[in-house]
């Protein structure tokens, strides 16, 4: 549809790149551990360099897993690397692990605690700051990706991307809440929440997890439910990845996946301040059947921002109709060319994904699936949770800011903005301390973003970044404090009541149970 490029940039404030791959950005990223940190207060102690080690250690290391091990020099060697943000290809892993079972895992553990290395787990590699990397052992779960729905329930690998596990449900015409970014872990995606398009009738990924299994730092394989090791399963529902130990299996709630509504909405940005008013006071209020999410973004060299409402709806199209004219009546106005159709659950994640013409197969990196027809990008990212509506003079802010974007002096090609994903519904029945995901009064949670094109000079990305800096502290003063783990953010100095609130406290607690010497530590790990 003429249409769907248009979305793709609205959805995640990202163009098509040159060839035909689809640039992704803004994508919900795993808070996935990294590299030791120097400057985290509570490490005990610094690990050893993973260069001191032998060709002898790492050869026997390499006989006692069922899956490779990748190590410098190997022709695997740089895309084995990778993350999904270009800005960590310099990181060089002293090995990579490509774990099969939970015994590949443990074996892993056993060496890094051997040899005192440091160690990351990595599922998708979207960790904003880097840390699904690090200069000694990553522990890649993605070989453990199979699906298994028996009736209501669903047990899939921890290394699973959010779009097979969607296709993989939907074979069996059931779904699980989740985020929009194709490539995602679902490993880091539940370990820190997981907000997704239908959250506010299902709850949040985490929500929806019965059990799971992980391998903590001693080695020891874990069932986790509300009745075994229930303090590591409350953990693990929240608490962020990385932090306790690496996850192989969760097993899911599921639930029906039947037709959901589409719809995108546009307004001329003239016209933005009522809508964002009208939004605000409506999406977090709906029915738990809608979801809403609202863009405004700019681009170097453009004329005006634009702004933008997107979301679904669990029903009948009428009955959708019926919602967002409410909307309608708020702004004031109706939007221009509005998009709405009634499609099946898969189609409607692959369209949320920026896939709406590619097959599964086709919604992925090419080093991930031999059809895949993405491409990494580059991206610096904060967040903000909203637990009271912006004031005028709020969204006046909010809007000055944008409208800032143009004048940065960014990259050519560049993209910067804020998402707005609303809160409410199914989301803020649990109570904040019913699991370790403590936000369960927001309204929207905010994402601000800027992007730019692989080869962009450094300065104007610095410019772009100095940018979303100003940008995020002029809404200080309009936002509740706290931040979404997910979108980990190293720059964020009061992390851990951000993140975590009052349940820090017992995160710690459970940290100091099972993880006593810090296996798994990165500068902001609990």
């Known amino acids: 549809m003429a249409e769907d490029q248009g979305r793709r940039e609205f959805l995640r404030l990202a163009a098509a790149a040159a060839g035909g791959a689809v640039l992704l950005a803004s994508c919900t ?4 551990p990294g590299a030791a940190a120097a400057d985290n207060p509570a490490r005990t102690g610094a690990p050893r360099p993973a260069g001191s080690l032998s060709l002898a250690d790492w050869t026997a290391l390499t006989h006692d897993l069922s899956g490779p091990l990748v190590r410098p020099g190997d022709a ?12 960590f290809d310099s990181l060089h892993p002293a090995g990579i692990a490509y774990c099969h079972n939970p015994h590949d895992v443990m074996t892993c553990l056993a060496f890094v605690r051997k040899f005192g290395i440091p160690v990351a787990a990595r599922c998708g590699g979207h960790s904003y700051a880097g840390w699904s990397s690090t200069s000694g052992l990553i ?17 899939v690998g921890a ?30 995606l539940t370990l820190g929440g997981g907000v997704g398009v239908v959250s506010r009738a299902y709850g949040l990924t985490s929500d929806n997890v019965q059990s799971l299994q992980i391998v903590t730092a001693d080695g020891q394989v874990r069932t ?9 399963f409350w953990a693990c529902r929240g608490g962020g990845g990385g932090n306790f130990g690496v996850v192989t299996s969760f097993t899911f709630t599921t639930h029906p996946a039947g037709q959901i509504v589409l719809f995108f909405l546009s307004w001329p940005w003239s016209q933005a301040a009522r809508v964002i008013s009208a939004w ?27 702004i933008e409402v997107g979301g679904t709806y669990l029903g009948s199209i009428s009955t959708a109709a019926a919602q967002l004219e409410k909307l309608y009546a708020a702004a004031g106005s109706h939007p221009s060319s509005p998009f709405m159709e009634t499609t099946s659950w898969l189609h409607a994640m692959l369209v949320e994904a920026g896939c709406s013409t590619l097959t599964v197969n086709e919604c992925h990196l090419p080093t991930q699936n031999p059809q895949g027809q993405l491409s990494r990008a580059s991206e610096y990212a904060k967040s903000d949770i909203f637990t009271k509506p912006l004031s005028s003079q709020g969204i006046g802010t909010l809007l000055a800011g944008v409208e800032k974007f143009q004048r940065a002096g960014g990259a050519p090609g560049a993209s910067g903005g804020i998402a707005f994903d ?25 994402q601000y973003t800027t992007t730019w094109p692989l080869g962009s000079a450094a300065a104007a990305v610095a410019r772009q970044h100095a940018w979303q800096q100003s940008f995020w502290q002029s809404m200080r003063p309009y936002a509740s404090g706290h931040a979404y783990q997910n979108y980990i953010d190293p720059a964020l100095t009061n992390w851990r009541q951000a993140y975590y609130g009052a349940n820090y406290t017992r995160l710690t607690q459970v940290k100091a149970r099972y993880d006593p010497n810090r296996v798994f530590t990165f500068p902001q790990a609990v």
Do not use: E, K
């Open 29 to 32: 990223r795993s808070s996935a």
């Open 280 to 306: 605000q006071s409506w999406a977090p209020h709906a029915p738990d059947a809608l979801w809403s999410n609202l863009h405004l973004a700019a681009a170097t060299g453009g004329s005006v921002p634009t």
């Open 224 to 232: 986790c439910t509300s009745s075994q090791n229930s303090d590591l």
């Open 159 to 188: 290394g699973i991307r959010l779009i097979d596990f969607y296709n993989g449900l939907a074979a069996h015409g059931r779904a699980v809440p989740g985020g929009s970014c194709p490539t995602v872990g679902i490993a880091g």
């Open 139 to 155: 522990i890649d779960v993605t070989p453990m990706a199979g699906v298994d729905v028996t009736g209501t329930t669903a047990t």
């Open 76 to 87: 695997a060697y740089p895309v084995s690397t990778r993350l999904f943000d270009p800005r």
């Open 422 to 446: 609303a809160l409410g519904g199914a989301v803020n029945r649990v109570a904040p301390n019913a699991t370790a995901f403590v936000h369960r009064d927001g309204l929207f949670q905010a």
